[in-house]
């Protein structure tokens, strides 16, 4: 049997894993942390368990599949319940907006609260987003990361055709431009890019296809996201997977430009035919593994990473707004968000706010008045190598995020001991030499999707997978790099 080791519980080394154990490999994941999920993590305050990290869940075929393929079935794992209501947007300037799975209910209410005009503006969006789904999902997000030529010759006349129509020269934000004259909605809909940690005014007009993707479905996941990763886990297991938790790599050896194995930090050596690394690949370029991983990866420069934040989990009583699971306020001026975290290394004086509200949406009761189980996020630059954010900037920006929430309407009954602040230092701490980020590189500019590395590393019987590596970040996107990683990996290995 060939003996692969994966380093790292994320989705793309609990899939990855998965994949290899069902092709005949013998598989042990290493995970540092002591349960699975990686950036799918939980905080517990005051004895309630809160996620941490992603919040939607999307594209449940990608999941399905990958049971599927394993002779099992993601609904005996999990239990997954359709949102309605997408998200909950409001302004401090005015105006409040739901989002519907459905594009018609949606289009209604845009039309109300901005016009008819936006609402015709919207509808065309969602045709041309999902043109763009429909070109890109099986010949980029789903498939080995090809080069620009190699992606136009998967594509094909129709596929360039719809491609072409997205102009992906042009920024995000200022494609959005011409769909929507509310400026509301632009800032809205313009947050797709921060989904891949970059700024729509560098990011391309194809992450429009987001919006399709969230059409296509969002869900809720009973008792939490964390208990996806538990169910890959589960998979493994039966599949055979060895996981062993709490155990640190500190090297991976090589010889002859090939792995050989991993040296614990307890100085145990395992011996491997092939490594499958699940973390951000900037930390073999950095040494972080040892001498002989640095070359095999591309370097991120900190000027080249994706967003950070600035996390606050908090378990209390809300008064006022009325909360829906999602929720994101906004300020006055998004674009100075982006040149304050990508030009300024700073946070901005208003910085937008994003809410899940756990105890809120479909499958849970009505708040009672009492505490309730709530991630705050902000956007900040990942620079938690360079000493992130001091003591005196938190509390200038939690009186900003909070003040937001105040003028839109939303109170909190505060004590001590009801949050637990996470910062981008604290964020390169638990992901290290990633400066905090949270998404590997930025994905700005036309070319930006393909600087990402691919599933085969340039040492040999090194593979990657995660957020860092292609196709991206988010849960079904590192999910499908954990499956491209293995794949790659089985055909190189015969």
């Not at 102009?167 to 891949?196: C, E, I, K, M, N």
């Not at 994101?328 to 998004?334: G, M, S």
């Not at 590997?440 to 691919?454: E, W």
Request: aromatic content about 8%; hydrophobic content about 45%; proline content about 5%.
């Amino acid at each position: 049997m060939r003996r692969v080791i994966v380093i790292g519980a994320g989705m793309g080394g609990l899939a990855a894993a998965a994949d290899l154990a069902r092709a005949g490999c013998s598989v042990t994941l290493l995970e540092r942390a002591a349960v699975p999920g990686g950036k799918c993590r939980q905080v517990f305050v005051r004895g309630a368990g809160i996620d941490a990290g992603p919040t939607v869940f999307t594209m449940q075929w990608v999941f399905d599949a990958l049971f599927r393929d394993a002779g099992a079935r993601l609904e005996d794992h999990v239990t997954l319940v359709p949102a309605d209501v997408l998200a909950r947007h409001a302004w401090r300037a005015g105006g409040r907006l739901d989002l519907h799975a459905d594009v018609e209910r949606s289009a209604a209410a845009i039309g109300e609260f901005a016009g008819a005009a936006d609402a015709r503006g919207y509808r065309e969006f969602c045709a041309r987003s999902g043109a763009v789904h429909a070109a890109l999902r099986d010949t980029f997000m789903a498939a080995e990361r090809p080069s620009p030529a190699a992606l136009v010759a998967r594509l094909g006349a129709s596929g360039l055709g719809a491609m072409w129509r997205t102009a992906p020269w042009s920024s995000l934000w200022s494609a959005l431009g011409s769909h929507f004259r509310d400026p509301r909605l632009r800032q809205l809909f313009a947050r797709y890019a921060t989904y891949v940690g970059s700024s729509p005014l560098a990011a391309p007009a194809t992450l429009m296809l987001i919006a399709h993707v969230e059409q296509q479905g969002v869900w809720l996941v009973e008792g939490g996201m964390a208990g996806i990763a538990r169910a890959l886990e589960s998979l493994g297991r039966g599949l055979g997977v060895q996981y062993r938790y709490g155990a640190h790599v500190r090297e991976i050896v090589a010889r002859d430009r090939r792995v050989r194995g991993v040296e614990l930090d307890s100085g145990e050596f395992l011996e491997a035919d092939a490594i499958v690394f699940n973390g951000d690949a900037a930390a073999l370029a950095a040494g972080a593994l040892g001498a002989a991983t640095r070359s095999a990866a591309p370097p991120v420069t900190r000027a080249a990473r994706g967003l950070s934040a600035i996390t606050w989990c908090l378990n209390a009583p809300s008064q006022g707004f009325g909360l829906s699971h999602h929720n994101v306020f906004f300020a006055e001026d998004y674009p100075q968000e982006f040149r304050a975290i990508f030009a300024g290394r700073r946070v901005t004086a208003a910085p937008t706010v994003y809410l899940c509200a756990q105890d809120r949406g479909p499958g849970h009761a009505a708040p009672d008045g009492g505490p309730e189980r709530m991630l705050l996020l902000v956007n900040a630059p990942a620079d938690g190598d360079q000493g992130g954010v001091g003591a005196a900037d938190l509390a200038r920006i939690e009186a900003a995020a909070f003040g937001l929430l105040r003028d839109c309407g939303l109170e909190f009954t505060r004590t001590d001991g009801d949050c637990v602040v996470t910062r981008p230092q604290d964020f390169e701490q638990l992901f290290p030499a990633s400066g905090g980020s949270l998404y590997g590189r930025a994905n700005h500019g036309a070319l930006g999707s393909f600087r990402r590395p691919g599933s085969r590393s340039s040492l040999g019987g090194l593979y990657l997978a995660g957020g860092s590596a292609h196709p991206g970040p988010g849960i079904p996107m590192a999910t499908l790099s954990g499956r491209l990683a293995a794949a790659r990996l089985l055909a190189d290995l015969g």
